[in-house]
């Protein structure tokens, strides 16, 4: 048995011996030499620089300094740039306007030779030759739509009613007496309507301007302070109307025309804390008359009512309020 591994361990010895005999052989064999060929040779193309390549200084080149490298564009001469030129808006020409005495008379004058369709109307209606019911009716429904109101109206008619039936009226001149009296009688003579402007004390006179939606107080606020300059008297304006929008924006160009200065505030805010710094700003300033001008409401509505109390307790911590 022992002979028998000895031969086969000698064998694959062999067996090695020729397998490495061999493949040395195959090594050490030399390639036949290529043929000479006219075909040039191919060689790879260069390289494509990347990005910054060109930027980079030859390496033989001296290193420089930050402070000796110069800015690119440096050495010319740099191109003043003018900003466009934005046109203002020209400030509104203050307008002068005439003592209130000569345009009161003016106006009075215009109101004298003026026949609008209320006079007319009542005059062409009293004058029928029999004023029966429906005569009647014409000329209440005529008053209505001139908003006398509903109360004076019925009072103006039967009063009216009483007198023409009692000294039988007719001719237009008797007729326009008649209506010119039963109105002053229904208006009343012994009102005072004097708007107070002036304040005792040295603090300007302070005017608040109130009433319900569409009533022209903005409006009118801006005429009382064209009249009051143009007897002589400087205003300053409270834009305390600050639910409407632009109502600042229209009562500072009331104010601009005749050279009052309007005090506003943002859109939404307290209107009494505006009304409290345009009393303010008028003491400053040394205003003679302070006019407040504030939002439309109702009577009905309580809040409301109540933010307009507010208005005037802020106001009276400068001095009392001298007109409403």
């Known amino acids: 048995m022992e002979i028998v591994i000895l031969v086969v361990v000698i064998a694959l010895v062999a067996v090695g011996l020729i397998s490495g005999l061999v493949v040395g052989s195959r090594k050490k064999k030399k390639l036949p030499p290529e043929a ?3 075909t040039p ?9 990347h990005v910054g390549d060109e930027a980079e200084a030859p390496h033989d080149e001296p290193r420089r300094t930050i402070e000796e490298v110069g800015l690119p564009g440096a050495t010319e001469t740099p191109v ?13 020409a203050i307008e002068i306007p005439e003592p209130s005495a000569g345009r009161l008379i003016r ?5 004298a030779r003026s026949q609008n369709s209320l006079g007319k109307g009542l005059l062409t209606l009293l004058s029928r030759e029999h004023l029966d019911e429906e005569t009647w ?10 908003d006398v109101g509903v109360a004076p109206t019925q009072e103006l008619v039967e009063r009216l009613r009483e007198r023409v039936r009692v000294l039988g009226t007719r001719t237009p001149e008797e007729l326009r007496t008649l209506l010119k009296e039963e109105l002053v009688t229904l208006l009343g003579t012994d009102f005072d309507r004097a708007v107070k402007t002036e304040s005792g004390l040295d603090t300007p006179a302070v005017v608040m301007v109130v009433g319900v939606n569409g009533t022209g107080k903005t409006t009118t606020t801006g005429k009382l302070a064209r009249v009051l300059i143009a007897d002589g008297r400087s205003v300053v304006l409270g834009a305390a109307d600050t639910f409407r929008a632009a109502a600042a924006d229209q009562l500072q160009t009331w104010g601009e025309r005749v050279g009052a200065r309007t005090v506003r505030g943002p ?5 009494a804390s505006i009304a409290f710094d345009a009393v303010k700003e008028g003491i400053a300033e040394g205003a003679d008359v302070v006019l407040i001008d504030t939002a ?8 409301l009512m109540d933010e307009l109390g507010k208005v005037k307790r802020v106001v009276e911590k400068h001095g009392p309020l001298d007109e409403v």
Not at 41 to 49: G, H, R, S, V
Not at 80 to 92: C, L, S, W
Request: charged share 25%.
């Open 267 to 271: 859109e939404g805010g307290d209107p």
């Open 296 to 303: 439309g409401r109702l009577h009905t509505k309580t809040g």
């Open 137 to 146: 009716e014409e000329i209440e429904e005529t008053l209505l739509i001139a």
């Open 80 to 92: 003043a740039v003018e900003d466009p030129v934005v046109a203002e808006p020209p400030a509104p």
């Open 41 to 49: 040779t191919l060689t790879a193309p260069p390289a494509e620089p």
């Open 107 to 111: 106006l009075r004058a215009r109101l």
């Open 36 to 38: 000479p060929s006219s």
